[in-house]
C-alpha cells in the first residue's frame, strides 16, 4: 500500500478505484453483451487517448495521425484473423481456395509474401508493437532531430494519415481495399464472435488497459515524465540543460504509437473488423478530442473522455444522427475555447476543491499533502 | 424465363396499392385500416422478434450522414413509401409495420454497430438498408450471426450469396452483358475504354466486361483505368481517351468523382452525341449534381429509369413525389429499395410467419407483380430476376428508354467464365 | 503504346497534356492559397478550408438559380458577379469566426486546429440542413463550355484556360497585396513582432481580422471556380483538403513562393505520371514521393525558419 500511495497520490489512487470499479464491476453487471461488446470498443480509443496525454499533454506534441498507429495495430491483429478465417474449407467457393477472400476478388493467386509471417500469432503480436513502433520512430526521428514540432509536426502527421488511407485504398488485393478486412472469426481456433467470447474478450481489454495506465502513470512519475513538462514549457532552456530533446519527444511518440497500436489490435478482436475509415485524418483527430474531452493532462480523464464521448455519439446518433454533428462540433469548439483542461480540469477546478473542503471540515485537519493536484500544474500549452 | 410483366395489373393487390399510394390523403378521411385481425402473435413469431398482435418492427439503416448520405437518401425515401403503401393497404399478416431508422454514418464499421443493435436490441424482424459494397461486407457477418435478414437495394458486383440477404438490385452480369451486346450491335462497337473508381465494384465490374467483351463480343479493350475514390481530377485520362479513340468509353465511376469526370469530358470538346460512352453507375440521382447538360447522350445500363411507360411506374412515380416533393428524382436503386419492403411483406404472406429461416425459405419465387420495374421473381440465390435497360441520359436529367431486354434475365452472382 | 500514332498525334497529345498538368497545378494553387495565407502569416491552420471553399460553390449555385429565375438575359455573365459574391460571404464569414473564435486562441495555436475542426463539422451539417444531403449542379454559361481548338487535334478546355487566368490573377493580387501595399507592409509587422506592431500603432486585431477574412474569401473564390470542375455537396469539401494539405506542408507553408512551388512539382509528377501509368497508381506514387521528401526534409521546400 506504501508503495501504491506514492505511485498514486489521493486524488488519482480515487480516480483509479472508481474507474476500476466502474470498468470491472458496474458496468459489466449493468450492460447486456451488446452495450458491453460497445463499451469495448470505445476503450480501444483510450489507450489512444492515454498516448496522447503522454505525447500531446506532457510533451506538448500534437499529433493528428494517431490513426495510422491504431491502423497499423489493428491491420497486424487483422491480418492473423483473416487468414485463420481463410482456411481451405472457409474459401472452398474461391477460384484460389485458402487465400483470403479479397485477394481472390482482385485475381490474386498466391498469398504476399508479407502475409506469410502472420500465420503466427508470436509474430503478429511482435509486429503490433514493432511495426508502429519503428514507424513512429523513423517519423519522430525525421521531425524532431530537425526540431520541427508544432502546428507544423501536427499537419504533416496528418499528411501522413492521409497518405497511408489512400495507399491501402489503392491496394486492395493485399489490404482489402475500402471494404477492410471483414469477417473475422476465430483466434486460434477460439471463436470471437459468440457472447461469452465478446464478455472474455472485455475482461482481457480491461486488464491490458489498466497495464498501459500503469505504464503511463510511471513515465509521469519518473524524471522523464518531468522533463517532458519542461521541455514544452521551455525547449531551450531543457535543450541548455543538456538533455537531448529531441531523443525525450521521439521516445514519447513512439510510446502513444504503442498504446495506440494495442488499442488498435483489441479494435480487431473486439469488432471482428478493419477498415481504412480508422486510418485517416477524421478518426485521428476524433482521437484528439477525447483527450481533448477528458483532460489533455490527466490519463484517468483520457479514459473518461474516450468513454463519455462515444456514449453521446452512440445515444445521438440512434435518436438524433442531425444533431450529432452539430453536438459534436459544438463540444469541440466548447472544450477548446472554455475548458482547455476538459473534464479532469473541471472535476480539479470545482469539484474537487468542494471535496477537499468537507473532509477537512470533517477531519479538522488540513488536506494540504494533496493540495497539488496532477491536472492543476498543467496549464495548456504552446 | 419468364415474360408475363403485366400480367399482374388486375390482381386484387394491385387495388389495394392503388388504394394506399393514389389515394393516400383520402385515408385519413377513411376508416384508417384496423390492425390485429392477424393470426396469433405465437404462431407467426417462434423466435422472439419484435412482433405484437398489432405491430411488427423492421430497421431501416443507410447513411443520413457523411459522403454517402447523397446516395442513400433516395433508398430511405423509398423504402418510407413502401411501409407506409403496405400500412395503408392493411400491412403485413394483418400488423402494422413500424420502423425504426439508424444511421450509419457513411462508416462501415458504424453499418455493422447499428445492424447488432437493430437485431439484438430491437429484435427488428427485417432490415432494408446498406447501399456501399463496403457497408454489406461489414454487415454481412452480423446478419448471418444473429441470423436476421437483409434486403440490399444497390447493384453490386456480385461474387456473394447469403441466406440472409435478399438483393434487389442487379449483380454484374445483370446490369453489364446485356448492355455490352447491345451497343456492340447498335454502334458496331469493337474497341472499348473503361474507367472506374478504385475499389471492388468497378473493378469486378470491369472484369467481367473485359471478359464479355474480349470473349463473346471478340472487341478489344484499349484502356483500363481507375482513380482513387473522391478524386476530381481527369484530364489526363481523357487525353488517353483521345489517343486511343474508342468506339465506346465505359464508365463505373462513382461519388463526387462522377461529377467530375463529366464536366471534364464536357468541357474537353468529348461530344457525347457522337462518341458513345455507356456508363453503369449513374442514375438520375447523380445527374441531379452533375447537370443534364454535361452528361446528355450517354447511355446508361440499369434495370428502372423514372421515365419507364408501364402502369405500375406511373402509380409509383406520383406516389413517390406527393411524398418527398416535386423535386425529387428516382433512380435505380431507389426504385430497388422500394422493392425491399414489398417482397418481405410478400414473403411473409407466402411462409405465413415472421420468421427469418421460413422467410429465407420462402423467399425463392416470390413474386411482385406492382414493381415500378415492371415484374420481378426471387431467384432460388435470393437475387433478382429482372431485365436489362439501356436508356439515353437526356438534357433535363431524364433517361429516354433506348433498349430492353424482351426476357428477364437470371441473376448469377458467380458467373462461369467470367471470374 | 506509342506504336501505332504519327508524330503529329502524339505532339498533339504531348500539349494537351501539358495543358492538363497546368490546370492541375492551377487548381492546386487555387485550393492552397488561402490556406497558406492564413497559415503562413497567422500561424493558423484552418481547417474549415474546405467547408469555405463549399459555401462559395453553394453561392455560385444560388447566384445562378436566381439569374435563370429573374434576369436570363445576363446569365452569361453571372459567374463573375458569383465569384465576387462568393469571396464576400466566405469572407465575411472568415471574419466573423476570428472574431468569434480564432482570436481567443492565438496563443495556443495547436487548439485552433480543434476548433477549427469542430466549426467544419457544424458548417457541413449546416449546409446539408439548409441544402439538402443531394449534390447540386451548377449550370454555366454556354460560353464557358466546350473546348477551344487550337488546332485540328489540339483542343484545350475552356473552363482550364479560365481557372489558369483566374489563379494568375489571384496570384499576383495577392502578392501585390502582401508585399507591396501599406496593408501588407501591417501585415508583415504583425507576423515578425506582434508587440512590436502593436506599440507603433498598428490594429493588430485588425490586421488579424482581415488576414483571415482573406484567406477565407480567396477560398470562397475557388470553391466558386471548382463548380465547373467538381461537385458541389455538403461533403464535397473533404475531396479537396487532402490535397490542399498536401501542397501546403510540401511547400513549407511560410512562403508563397513554398507553395507555389509544391502545387507546380506535385501536379507536374502527378500528371506525367497519370499518363504513362493509371490514375490511382499515379496518385500512389506521388505521395509515396511526397512522404519521402518530407521524411529527408519535413520542414517543406521553401520553408526559412521553422521553429515552433
Redesign the interface.
Known amino acids: 500500500m506504501i508503495i501504491t500511495s506514492r505511485f498514486f497520490n489521493r486524488s488519482e489512487l480515487i480516480g483509479f478505484v472508481a474507474l476500476a470499479l466502474v470498468l470491472v464491476v458496474i458496468l459489466p453487471l449493468s450492460l447486456?453483451v451488446?452495450r458491453l461488446n460497445?463499451v469495448a470498443?470505445y476503450l480501444t480509443y483510450a489507450f489512444v487517448a492515454i498516448g496522447l496525454v503522454l505525447c500531446w499533454g506532457y510533451g506538448g506534441i500534437?499529433s493528428?495521425g494517431q490513426g495510422v498507429f491504431f491502423g497499423l495495430g489493428g491491420y497486424c491483429m487483422a491480418m492473423f484473423l483473416k487468414l485463420e478465417a481463410s482456411s481451405v474449407e472457409n474459401t472452398k467457393?474461391q477460384?484460389t481456395p485458402g487465400i483470403p477472400d479479397?485477394m481472390d476478388?482482385?485475381?490474386i493467386t498466391a498469398l504476399p509474401l508479407f502475409w506469410q509471417p502472420f500465420h503466427s500469432l508470436t509474430f503478429t503480436v511482435l509486429a503490433i508493437i514493432l511495426v508502429p513502433g519503428l514507424f513512429a520512430l523513423?517519423?519522430g526521428t525525421?521531425?524532431f532531430k530537425?526540431?520541427?514540432?508544432?502546428?507544423?509536426?501536427?499537419?504533416?502527421t496528418?499528411?501522413?494519415a492521409?497518405?497511408l488511407t489512400?495507399?491501402i485504398?489503392?491496394?486492395?488485393g493485399y489490404t482489402g481495399?475500402?471494404?477492410?478486412m471483414?469477417?473475422l472469426r476465430t483466434l486460434k481456433g477460439w471463436d470471437i464472435?459468440p457472447d461469452h467470447a465478446k464478455i472474455i474478450l472485455y475482461f482481457f481489454e480491461v486488464f491490458l488497459l489498466f497495464g498501459c495506465i500503469f505504464i503511463a502513470q510511471f513515465i509521469r512519475l519518473t524524471k522523464l515524465g518531468r522533463i517532458l513538462v519542461a521541455m514544452r514549457e521551455q525547449e531551450d532552456r531543457v535543450r541548455f540543460s543538456g538533455y537531448s530533446v529531441a531523443n525525450f519527444k521521439i521516445f514519447a511518440f513512439c510510446m502513444a504509437a504503442i498504446f495506440a497500436a494495442i488499442g488498435g489490435a483489441m479494435f480487431a478482436l473486439n469488432?471482428?473488423?478493419m477498415?481504412p475509415?480508422?486510418v485517416g485524418?477524421v478518426p485521428s483527430?476524433e482521437m484528439?478530442?477525447y483527450t481533448?474531452v477528458g483532460g489533455r493532462m490527466s490519463i484517468f480523464g483520457a479514459v473518461w473522455g474516450a468513454l463519455l464521448v462515444n456514449f453521446a455519439k452512440?445515444g445521438l446518433?440512434?435518436s438524433f444522427?442531425?444533431l450529432?454533428?452539430?453536438g459534436?462540433?459544438?463540444?469541440?469548439?466548447a472544450?477548446?475555447?472554455a475548458f482547455?483542461n476538459g473534464l479532469s480540469g473541471i472535476w480539479a477546478d470545482y469539484v474537487q476543491p468542494r471535496i477537499d473542503r468537507l473532509l477537512a471540515l470533517r477531519k479538522s485537519k488540513s488536506g494540504s499533502p494533496w493540495a497539488g493536484n496532477s491536472v492543476a500544474d498543467g496549464a495548456?500549452a504552446? | 424465363m419468364s415474360d408475363e410483366p403485366n400480367k399482374g395489373l388486375q390482381s386484387p393487390l394491385r387495388r389495394k396499392l392503388l388504394m394506399g399510394a393514389a389515394a393516400l390523403p383520402l385515408v385519413s378521411i377513411l376508416p384508417r385500416p384496423s390492425f390485429g385481425a392477424g393470426p396469433a402473435t405465437a404462431t407467426v413469431n417462434t423466435t422472439g422478434l419484435a412482433v405484437t398482435d398489432t405491430e411488427v418492427t423492421v430497421g431501416i439503416l443507410h447513411s443520413?450522414?457523411g459522403t454517402m448520405a447523397i446516395s442513400e437518401t433516395g433508398s430511405i425515401q423509398a423504402e418510407k413509401l413502401a411501409i407506409e403503401q403496405i400500412n395503408a393497404a392493411g400491412g403485413v399478416l394483418g400488423r402494422k409495420i413500424k420502423f425504426i431508422q439508424?444511421?450509419g454514418?457513411s462508416?462501415?464499421?458504424?453499418f455493422?454497430?447499428k445492424a447488432?443493435?437493430l437485431l439484438?436490441?430491437d429484435k427488428v424482424a427485417a432490415i432494408m438498408g446498406c447501399w456501399t459494397?463496403?457497408s454489406r461486407?461489414?454487415v454481412?457477418?452480423v446478419v448471418e450471426?444473429y441470423n436476421g435478414m437483409l434486403y440490399y437495394p444497390t447493384f453490386y458486383?456480385g461474387?456473394e450469396q447469403s441466406k440472409n440477404v435478399i438483393y434487389t438490385g442487379q449483380e454484374a452480369t445483370q446490369q453489364i452483358l446485356a448492355g455490352l451486346n447491345w451497343i456492340a450491335k447498335e454502334k458496331g462497337a469493337k474497341s472499348f475504354f473503361f474507367i472506374g473508381s478504385?475499389?471492388?465494384w468497378p473493378?469486378?465490374s470491369n472484369?467481367i466486361a473485359r471478359k464479355h467483351v474480349e470473349n463473346v463480343l471478340k472487341g478489344k479493350v484499349v484502356g483500363e483505368e481507375y482513380y482513387?475514390?473522391g478524386s476530381t481530377q481527369f484530364n489526363s485520362v481523357i487525353n488517353k481517351i483521345k489517343l486511343t479513340k474508342p468506339d465506346v468509353i465505359f464508365t463505373d465511376v462513382v461519388g463526387g468523382s462522377n461529377v467530375a469526370f463529366y464536366k471534364q469530358l464536357k468541357a474537353a470538346g468529348v461530344d457525347l452525341s457522337k462518341q458513345a460512352l455507356l456508363t453503369i453507375s449513374v442514375t438520375e440521382d447523380e445527374i441531379d449534381g452533375i447537370g443534364g447538360e454535361n452528361i446528355a447522350g450517354a447511355y446508361a445500363c440499369m434495370k428502372y429509369f423514372q421515365s419507364l411507360d408501364n402502369a405500375n411506374n406511373k402509380t409509383f412515380v406520383p406516389a413517390f413525389k406527393k411524398m418527398w416533393g416535386e423535386k425529387t428524382v428516382i433512380g435505380d436503386v431507389t426504385q430497388a429499395g422500394y422493392l425491399g419492403p414489398w417482397l418481405w411483406k410478400l414473403t411473409c404472406e407466402k411462409a405465413g410467419s415472421f420468421d427469418v429461416d421460413k422467410i429465407a425459405a420462402a423467399s425463392p419465387g416470390v413474386e411482385f407483380k406492382e414493381a415500378p420495374e415492371g415484374y420481378v421473381r426471387i431467384h432460388e440465390n435470393h437475387h433478382l430476376w429482372s431485365k436489362t435497360r439501356v436508356g439515353r441520359a437526356k438534357l433535363d436529367g431524364q433517361f429516354e428508354l433506348i433498349f430492353e431486354t424482351a426476357d428477364l434475365i437470371e441473376p448469377d452472382p458467380?458467373p462461369k467464365g467470367y471470374? | 503504346m506509342f506504336g501505332d500514332y504519327s508524330i503529329g498525334e502524339l505532339g498533339s497529345i504531348f500539349v494537351m497534356q501539358g495543358f492538363a498538368g497546368l490546370i492541375l497545378f492551377s487548381v492546386y494553387v487555387l485550393m492552397a492559397l488561402g490556406l497558406a495565407i492564413i497559415?503562413g502569416q497567422m500561424?493558423?491552420?484552418n481547417?474549415a478550408h474546405g467547408e469555405f471553399m463549399i459555401l462559395g460553390a453553394y453561392v455560385t449555385w444560388m447566384t445562378s438559380n436566381l439569374f435563370q429565375s429573374y434576369l436570363p438575359g445576363l446569365f452569361s455573365g453571372y459567374f463573375f458577379l458569383a465569384m465576387m459574391l462568393a469571396f464576400l460571404a466566405s469572407g465575411a464569414l472568415g471574419m466573423l469566426v476570428e472574431w468569434g473564435?480564432i482570436r481567443?486562441?492565438y496563443?495556443?495555436?495547436?487548439?485552433?486546429?480543434?476548433?477549427t475542426?469542430?466549426?467544419?463539422?457544424?458548417l457541413?451539417?449546416a449546409y446539408?440542413?439548409v441544402f439538402g444531403a443531394r449534390e447540386v449542379g451548377v449550370e454555366l454559361p454556354q460560353w464557358m463550355l466546350g473546348s477551344l481548338k487550337v488546332t485540328d487535334s489540339i483542343e484545350v478546355p475552356i473552363n482550364g484556360i479560365f481557372v489558369m487566368g483566374l489563379t494568375v490573377s489571384i496570384t499576383c493580387a495577392v502578392a501585390y497585396v502582401i508585399y507591396k501595399s501599406r496593408w501588407g507592409r501591417q501585415v508583415r509587422a504583425v507576423v515578425q513582432n506582434r508587440i512590436m506592431a502593436g506599440a507603433v500603432g498598428i490594429n493588430t486585431e485588425k490586421v488579424d481580422r482581415y488576414t483571415f477574412g482573406l484567406g477565407c474569401g480567396i477560398a470562397g473564390v475557388a470553391g466558386s471556380a471548382f463548380t465547373m470542375i467538381g461537385s458541389t455537396g455538403p461533403t464535397s469539401g473533404q475531396l479537396y483538403?487532402?490535397d490542399t494539405?498536401?501542397v501546403?506542408?510540401f511547400g513549407g507553408?511560410a512562403s508563397l513562393l513554398g507553395t507555389i512551388a509544391s502545387a507546380f512539382s506535385i501536379s507536374q509528377t502527378q500528371s506525367t505520371l497519370e499518363f504513362f501509368t493509371s490514375g490511382?497508381?499515379a496518385?500512389?506514387l506521388t505521395?509515396?514521393a511526397?512522404?519521402g521528401i518530407?521524411?529527408?526534409r519535413?520542414?517543406g521546400l521553401f520553408a526559412l525558419k521553422?521553429?515552433?
Not at chain 1, 169 to 172: E, I, K, L, P, S
Not at chain 1, 328 to 333: H, P, Q, S, Y
Not at chain 3, 117 to 122: A, D, M, N, R, Y
Open positions: 447486456d451488446f460497445l470498443k500534437l493528428l467457393i477460384s479479397f476478388w482482385n485475381q523513423i517519423i525525421a521531425m530537425r526540431r520541427v514540432g508544432g502546428t507544423y509536426f501536427a499537419i504533416i496528418q499528411a501522413v492521409a497518405i489512400i495507399l485504398v489503392g491496394q486492395q481495399g475500402i471494404n477492410g471483414t469477417d464472435r469488432v471482428g473488423f477498415s475509415s480508422f485524418i483527430i484528439v478530442i481533448a452512440t446518433s440512434e444522427p442531425q450529432w454533428l452539430f459534436l462540433g459544438a463540444l469541440f469548439i472544450v477548446v475555447l482547455p495548456p504552446e | 443520413a450522414t439508424e444511421d454514418a462508416d462501415w464499421p458504424t455493422a454497430e447488432k443493435k439484438v436490441n459494397s463496403a461486407k461489414a454481412l457477418p450471426q458486383e461474387l478504385d475499389y471492388i473493378r469486378t472484369k482513387a475514390l458467380f471470374q | 497559415f500561424g493558423v491552420i481547417m473564435l481567443h486562441l496563443k495556443r495555436p495547436l487548439d485552433t486546429l480543434l476548433a475542426w469542430g466549426l467544419s463539422l457544424i457541413q451539417q446539408r440542413s483538403i487532402v494539405f498536401l501546403v506542408v507553408a490511382s497508381m496518385k500512389v505521395l509515396l511526397v512522404v518530407l521524411m529527408l519535413p520542414q521553422v521553429r515552433k
